[in-house]
């Protein structure tokens, strides 16, 4: 009964074409601030609550994703959050804004956002549950290079890199490609997708992290999507993240991620593959993954000498800042 009530309630959708969909105009917002003249951007986010269909109350979180133009698309995660608490259920549905309120609507149920405040009503009209907007932060958000650690970046100059630009307000801007080259290492790096509610698919907010210049996980504004190997988190043309730990744009991320070298021998047959573990906002989304090639686009083919830090100009306005990693 829970179920079928969940499902009737959010399932409004016809979003998935949508969300595949190109759209000519392409508003960019790369700053929160400037961001808040789009009214969409106050309610895209995600949000935290409790649900009663009337088998007790169930913790649930949401994530409403802005599709422009006041539309929305709108994911329920029951149990909680992705990488806090969800149980791998999900209803999905769509809104759109009426008179500043965006409004969830069909005949067994609706939805209201208004407030930061995420109301959900039955077909009688009786409140079953509120949620309200949050903003996580990765438990790695701001950590510190320890000692004996390689600053790529803290904001200062952009002297690690081959001929990289920086923001005045002192964030990276990509293409970066480090100049020194490095072998197996951790890495901590953090970023912030654009606001770009009209753009879809692999358009919005792209970018990349190559370890070595040869092995990419992939940066995108993939929030409220399914978590492929081309979304955020996802190791590109080798394996799906195993979750979506994907803030909402304009949120600062962080990836946390242990790589191993790939091994050869003196002819340069290869011996073993690269490995890496990432942790995506602080949560495991790979562990201990092997890299039987080079990913797809990648500046540095396989080989056994070292090779760089590489972050990828997709043509959006991805930034990055806090980038260091320890050899090993």
Known sequence: MCDRFLFSLFVLFAATSALAADSKENPT??????????????????????????????????????LGKGKFHTVLYLGGLP???????????????KNGVAVFEQPQGSGRI????????????????KMSRTERKS???????????????????????ESSRMTA??????AATSKRKFGSCTLHAEFRTPFMPEARGQARGNSGCYLQG???????????????????GGIYSVKDPATNMCFPPLVWQTYDIDYTAA??????KKLKSARMTVRHNGVVVHDNVELPHAT?????????????????????????????????
């Not at 990488?83 to 804004?97: A, P, R, T």
């Not at 650690?149 to 002297?159: E, N, S």
């Not at 307000?169 to 990509?174: K, Q, R, S, T, V």
């Open 214 to 232: 040869r092995y990419e996980v992939q940066i995108l504004d993939s929030f409220g999507l399914a978590g492929k190997d081309n979304e955020c």
């Open 263 to 268: 091994e050869y021998d003196a002819s340069g």
């Open 296 to 328: 797809t686009a990648a500046p540095v083919a396989e080989g056994g000498e070292k090779g760089p830090l590489y972050l990828q100009d997709h043509g959006n306005p991805v930034r990055f800042r806090n980038i260091w990693l320890v050899e090993k």
């Open 29 to 66: 917002y790369d700053d929160p601030l400037a961001a808040t003249a789009d009214p969409d951007f106050a309610i895209q986010g995600e949000y935290v609550g409790d649900v009663d269909a009337g088998l007790g109350a169930i913790k649930a979180g949401a994530r409403v994703v802005a």
């Open 114 to 129: 208004e407030n930061g405040t995420l109301t959900m009503m039955s077909s009688e009209g009786d409140v079953v549950g």
């Open 169 to 174: 307000d002192g964030l990276l801007i990509p």
């Open 83 to 97: 990488g806090d608490g969800w149980n791998k259920e999900i209803y999905e549905g769509d809104g759109e804004l």
């Open 139 to 161: 438990p790695t958000l701001g950590q510190r290079p320890p000692e004996g650690a390689v600053v790529l970046f803290d904001g200062k100059d952009t002297d690690q890199f």
